[in-house]
């Protein structure tokens, strides 16, 4: 018996022995991380222009925005990350259409007014300059009162059509309002008008340095009471778009800090001599 137990014994201890060890289940491989998304390219900030304010605002000969305004547009749009996407607007429509969400922003020589002020928003001031009264050299000019009967064209929904009608209608000036301020002109070379008024810039680069208007001349002082013509030309924005209006602001800032400002208005005004950014 003895002799059997042993037997088993052995016999057990060799199956041990001879058991195959199954591999341990092989770690699944580290899951590759996953692929950060591209960052979202910011969207176009689609900008108002009223083309038919030279040197401002106006179109090449194959029809592309152009001007001082729409090189301070883009400059500006550099600096906020967004690509300037431009709108045709007529004048008077501007901030209806802007308050309609048809564009984000108007960037075309629009004066920062109590009034406007009441209908939307505006960054700080990216120019400021004078309007002025211009006539044929024929007319004698000494005051208001001195071109009673005389015929001016302006701008509808202009600065200078505010002025007008509240200083020279009641001195019996003749008033007519356009669409477009290079309708004024044309008017002007058939004959229809006697002159305009107009912002100093405009009306220089636009119409007095063209031969159209070798016969005209700036009469009177310049025009800059706030009542009518506001505190220089800012970005028009939609009520509550604070963030946009700082982001903007603070970019005239920069691109005046940079030189970048100086550079576009010496291309349109260096030869002038005049400070177009003004008190």
Known sequence: MKKLLLALAAVSVLAACGKKEEPAPAAAPAAAPAASAPAPEAAALKVAIDPTYEPFTFKTADGKPTGFDVDIANALCEQIKRKCEFVEQVWDSMIPGLNAKKYDVIISSMSITDDRMKEVDFTDKYYNTPSR???????????????????????????????????????????????????????????????????????????????????????????????????????????????????????????????????????????????????
Do not use: C, H, W
Request: no cysteine; hydrophobic share 35%.
């Open 133 to 279: 009264i211009v006539l044929k050299k024929s007319v004698k000019f000494t005051d208001v009162a001195s071109i009673k009967g005389k015929k001016i064209g302006v701008l509808k929904g202009s600065t200078q059509e505010k002025y007008a009608m509240g200083d020279l209608k009641p001195a019996g000036v003749v008033v007519n309002s356009y669409e477009a301020q290079d309708q004024v002109y044309l008017d002007i070379k058939s004959g229809r008008l006697d002159g305009t008024v107009a912002d100093y810039m405009e009306v220089t680069g636009g119409f007095l340095s063209k031969p159209e208007g070798a016969n005209y001349t700036l009469v009177g002082p310049d025009l800059k009471e706030p009542k009518y013509f506001g505190y220089g030309a800012g970005i028009a924005l939609r009520k509550g778009e604070d963030k946009l209006k700082g982001d903007l602001s603070a970019a005239i800032k920069a691109i005046r800090a940079s030189g970048a400002y100086k550079t576009i208005a010496d291309k349109y005004f260096a030869k002038y001599n005049i400070d177009i950014y003004g008190d």
